[in-house]
């Protein structure tokens, strides 16, 4: 009797342990995570506690839904999803890290109370409070809450995060943890640029000066995002006459890195004078307006031939002298009819009395 009296209170106290170890655990599973479980650097997972399965383990997942790129300060809307099939109870952590891991960033709990806040060694923790694991929730769960940008621009961002899909028996086993990361890139710096360049001759003439002539531009979006590039030609004008530049285009959408050719017509009008006229082209970027290029060409406005001297017929021979040889010649052909007759003066197509008298009237003058 005295046996049972002594081995009584051993047995007494193995049960109160046993009993309060598995309240312990139930009471863990139901609780929030410990910090520093989301498979950062330097940092375990909920594996550390739920074991009996692989980590990231086929037939679930983890994502999440972050912005791809942020802008300082701004507030963006984050989404973990946490799936896997047969599973009915849900938890998750995740902290924002710079390439530091410093804390990134801030994170907003939700109104609905499914999420909460903690910190440690100077990190935010967002992760699920008892009533957000939806105990009962089949298959798949989702939180959904505001992360804040830091204020300035720090770099890639990356979002780590572990989840529990748990079978909801209160233990530790049975459950499968996941782990992912995603990264938030910092805003590109917009770049602006644009260059003009002649395909072909930077200066041409012509003799028309109405007709003008033709230039072929290159222009090229050289920032790093689409650009509208515009377009002006400049003009010469004078008391007689003007030349101006026309473009065919006077504006050209391009994407980063690409190019497009435009003409440039250069032409006066009946009372341009000859010389020589710049016309110069500038293209300005429409994201940046301080970003330009310039071209010039050059077109030069030629003097005409000057117009043939009128035909002088009665010197026959074209020796530049109305004489002897000319009424010889004529009287060789007196009395002929058709054409191309030298003889033929006055091209009535025959040669007689009246082409001897038109070389007669033109008698010892000079022709040329």
Not at 59 to 74: C, D, F, K, N
Not at 262 to 290: H, M, N, W
Not at 330 to 349: I, M, R
Request: charged share 15%.
């Amino acid at each position: 009797m005295s046996y049972l009296k002594n081995i009584l209170p051993v047995w007494v106290v193995i049960v109160l342990l046993l009993v309060a170890g598995t309240n312990s655990v139930s009471a863990f599973s139901f609780l929030p995570p410990p910090d520093e479980k989301t498979g950062a650097p330097n940092e375990g997972t909920c594996r550390d506690c739920h074991v009996g399965n692989d980590l990231d383990a086929s037939g679930g997942s983890l994502m999440l839904t972050i912005p791809e790129t942020y802008q300082p300060g701004e507030v963006y809307t984050i989404i973990v999803n946490l799936s896997r099939a047969g599973q009915s109870k849900w938890g998750f952590e995740m902290t924002a890290l710079d390439a530091d891991s410093a804390r990134a960033g801030s994170f907003t709990v939700d109104a609905a109370a499914n999420t909460q806040l903690t910190e440690t060694n100077s990190k935010q923790y967002i992760q699920h409070t008892t009533a957000g694991t939806a105990a009962g929730t089949n298959d798949a769960h989702s939180w959904e809450f505001e992360w804040t940008a830091p204020d300035a621009d720090i770099g890639p961002i990356t979002f780590y995060a572990a989840g529990n899909a748990a079978n909801n028996d209160s233990g530790i086993t049975g459950d499968y943890i996941y782990t992912t990361q995603a990264e938030s890139t910092p805003p590109v710096p917009v770049v602006a640029g644009v260059t003009l360049e002649i395909v072909g001759d930077m200066a041409l003439s012509t003799m028309d000066a109405v007709a003008g002539v033709s230039y072929t531009l290159k222009v090229t979006n050289t920032g790093n995002m689409m650009d509208t590039v515009t377009l002006e030609a400049s003009a010469e004008v004078g008391i007689e006459g003007a030349v101006l530049g026309a473009l065919s285009d006077s504006s050209v959408a391009l994407e980063a890195g690409a190019s497009v050719e435009v003409t440039l017509k250069v032409a006066g009008d009946l009372f341009t004078e000859p010389g020589d006229y710049a016309i110069g082209v500038t293209a300005t970027s429409g994201t940046d307006s301080t970003m330009t290029a310039e071209i010039t060409t050059t077109t030069t406005i030629e003097m005409p031939p000057p117009p043939p001297p009128p035909p002088t017929p009665w010197d026959v021979n074209g020796d530049g002298t109305v004489n002897i040889q000319d009424l010889v010649l004529v009287a060789g052909q007196f009395g002929q009819s058709g054409e191309s007759l030298k003889g033929d003066v006055n091209g009535d197509g025959t040669v007689n009395i009246l082409d001897l008298v038109a070389v007669s009237s033109h008698f010892g003058e000079n022709t040329e």
